[in-house]
């Protein structure tokens, strides 16, 4: 009888201590499997959402903040070239209607450069998308350069008195004369306003065109200022729309701007710098 009893505890030991093993395991069970699931599960949600967060600025890398408004867009250009040229930078650009401004820069220790686009979204100064023809169009060219001495920024500019160099006069109204001058093909009408020489180019074979754009120039400017060179400037409008440029001194450095279809566009970009 007693070795019954003994043996029937010695069992139930057994099933008691088998029971509490079974149990102190189960929660080591779920920790087991989580350990190569889960965590790292959750470190690639994260370091993708880092990355998804990271990518808009991916082709933005070193470029100011883009700005929905032309003074924003400017002062962001003004930025971005980091010179010490004392350059002045347009007020404004005459732009289609629903695109933004944006430019692309370059500078070095005697010349800066932009190149102004509209664009159909807002970018930031320097984007890879201003590349894009799709994306954007270039409005125009500005270059300045500036030169050892005021004598030498001056002989960049072909400066002319159109009055002494002859030539047929016309009346371009306002009382202003403006003067004729054919060759190679070429049909040149210029004029003076203040200390800037201005001439437009047509073809021999449609005089008119030349002179029609003389008068319409010189009724913009009636009502419009372009910046006050030191000491002269000279504009070229091509009624081909190919070459225009417009060019002016400020003591030593020289801006020039070029890449302009629309000659009177380029006039009204010019009018932007007067301040």
Avoid at 5 to 20: H, Q, R
Avoid at 166 to 194: H, M, P, R
Wanted: hydrophobic share 35%.
């Amino acid at each position: 009888m007693k070795k019954i009893l003994f043996t029937f505890m010695l069992l139930s030991f057994s099933i008691i201590s088998a029971c509490t093993d079974k149990e102190e395991s189960v929660p080591n069970k779920p920790q087991e499997e989580q350990q190569p699931n889960e965590p790292n599960k959750s470190q690639d949600e994260e370091h993708e959402s880092h990355e998804n967060q990271q990518e808009p600025n991916k082709t933005n890398t070193g470029n100011t903040v883009a700005s929905n408004t032309q003074a924003g867009a400017l002062k962001n250009i003004k930025d971005q070239l980091q010179t010490d040229l004392p350059i002045i930078l347009p007020k404004g650009l005459p732009i289609t209607k629903g695109t933004f401004l944006s430019a692309t820069t370059k500078a070095e220790t005697n010349q800066v450069e932009v190149l102004f686009f509209e664009s159909k979204e807002v970018l930031p100064i320097n984007d890879k998308k201003l590349k894009n023809s799709q994306t954007a169009t270039v409005i125009a060219r500005l270059v300045v350069k500036q030169y050892q001495n005021p004598k030498e920024a001056n002989e960049q500019i072909s400066y002319q008195n159109f009055s002494q160099n002859g030539g047929q006069k016309v009346d371009l109204g306002y009382n202003i004369n403006g003067y004729q001058d054919a060759g190679a093909g070429s049909l040149w009408t210029g004029w003076n306003e203040g200390r800037w020489a201005l001439a437009t180019h047509t073809r021999t074979e449609n005089p008119e065109a030349g002179l029609k754009l003389a008068k319409q120039a010189v009724q913009f400017l009636e009502t419009h200022m372009l910046p006050i060179p030191k000491q002269n400037g000279f504009a070229r409008l091509d009624v081909y729309k190919s070459g225009n440029i417009i060019v002016w001194q400020d003591e030593k450095l020289v801006y020039t701007l070029d890449s302009i279809k629309e000659p009177l566009k380029a006039l009204e970009i010019a009018t932007g710098f007067y301040h």
